[in-house]
C-alpha cells in the first residue's frame, strides 16, 4: 500500500513538473538569441532527477517540524532560508555538507504559503538578528533557496538587516519574478509576478543597500522560476548552471562547490570566483 502511495506521488510530481517545464518552453521560446540545446538524454536525465529531487522533499517535509537550533561548527553561523511551499527539510542535505565541511548552521522554517512577504520577511529577519547575536563577528551568512532569497533582500532594505548581513548565496531566487507566479492563486505567489509593485517597491528600497557579497545562482532548466534572466540580481554577481532541475539545485555537488567557495569570501582577501565587489 505505501509503496503505491509512493508510485502514485512520483507519478503527480512528474506530471506537475511535466507542466512546468512546457511553461518553461513556451517562455523560452521568445528569448532571443535561443540557448545552446542539451542533448536530450541530458534533458531526461536532469527531469528525472528534479522529479525525484522534488519527491524526497515532500516525503521528508515532516521532519522538518523538528530541530532547527543553531548547529556547532567554527567560523560564522550560516543561516539557511527555503523556498515557497517547503520547509527545512528541504535544506537539510545542503546543511549536512556545510557542516560535514565544519560550519555552524541554522535552518528556518516560515509560513511559505500563506502570508504576504512583508510578514515573511519580518520572520526572516528575526531570524537573522538571533543568529547575528551568537556570532564572533555580529555577522551571518545566508543560503537561500527560491522564494527566500527575495526575502533576504527584503530583510536588508526594509527590516534593516543588512548591518549584520555576511555573504548572500542565492539557489534559483526569482529576483525579477517567475512566469509561474501568473498561474499560482495564492498572494504571496502573485508578488512573485513579474514587474509586480512588491518587487518594484523592494527595488526601490534597495537602491543605497551595499551588499559584502552577493552571489544568485540560476540554472537554464529551472521550471519553476524562468525565464533564467529573472534570477539575474545585478547587484550582486550571477552564475548560470545547466541542466539541473530548481529544487535539484539544492543537492547538486557542483552547486555545491560554488555555495562552499563564495561562503568563505572576505572582503579583505582575493575572492575565489575572481569577482570583487568592492
Not at 511553461?23 to 541530458?42: G, H, M, N, Q, V
Not at 533576504?152 to 529576483?175: E, F, K, M, Y
Not at 572576505?266 to 568592492?278: C, E, F, I, L, R
Request: charged share 15%; with cysteine; aromatic share 6%.
Amino acid at each position: 500500500m505505501l509503496l503505491k502511495l509512493i508510485l502514485l506521488a512520483f507519478f503527480l510530481v512528474s506530471l506537475f513538473e511535466a507542466a512546468c517545464y512546457l511553461l518553461l518552453r513556451y517562455e523560452d521560446a521568445d528569448i532571443t538569441p535561443r540557448r545552446d540545446p542539451l542533448p536530450a538524454a541530458s534533458l531526461l536525465a536532469a527531469f528525472a532527477a528534479e522529479c525525484v529531487v522534488t519527491l524526497l522533499s515532500l516525503l521528508t517535509r515532516p521532519f522538518g517540524l523538528l530541530g532547527g537550533k543553531l548547529s556547532s561548527g567554527s567560523g560564522r553561523p550560516v543561516l539557511l532560508i527555503h523556498g515557497w511551499g517547503q520547509n527545512r527539510a528541504s535544506m537539510a542535505l545542503l546543511a549536512a555538507r556545510l557542516r560535514r565541511d565544519g560550519r555552524a548552521t541554522q535552518s528556518i522554517n516560515y509560513p511559505s504559503v500563506s502570508e504576504s512577504m512583508e510578514i515573511k520577511a519580518a520572520v526572516v529577519a528575526s531570524a537573522l538578528r538571533s543568529a547575528a547575536a551568537l556570532s564572533d563577528d555580529g555577522l551571518v551568512d545566508v543560503v537561500a533557496h527560491s522564494q527566500g532569497g527575495v526575502l533576504i533582500r527584503d530583510a536588508a532594505a526594509r527590516q534593516q538587516c543588512s548591518a549584520i548581513l555576511g555573504n548572500v548565496i542565492t539557489l534559483g531566487s526569482p529576483h525579477q519574478g517567475t512566469g509561474l507566479a501568473a498561474v499560482v492563486p495564492f498572494k504571496s505567489a502573485t508578488q512573485m509576478k513579474r514587474s509586480s509593485r512588491y518587487l518594484e517597491r523592494l527595488a526601490a528600497a534597495e537602491k543605497e543597500l551595499a551588499w559584502t557579497h552577493f552571489v544568485s545562482i540560476a540554472s537554464t532548466f529551472d521550471a519553476i522560476v524562468f525565464p533564467r534572466e529573472c534570477s539575474d540580481y545585478p547587484p550582486g554577481m550571477n552564475v548560470t548552471v545547466n541542466a539541473i532541475g530548481h529544487n535539484s539545485l539544492l543537492v547538486a555537488g557542483g552547486v555545491y562547490e560554488v555555495v562552499k567557495e563564495n561562503l568563505s569570501y572576505s572582503p579583505a582577501a582575493v575572492n575565489p570566483t575572481g569577482h570583487d565587489k568592492k
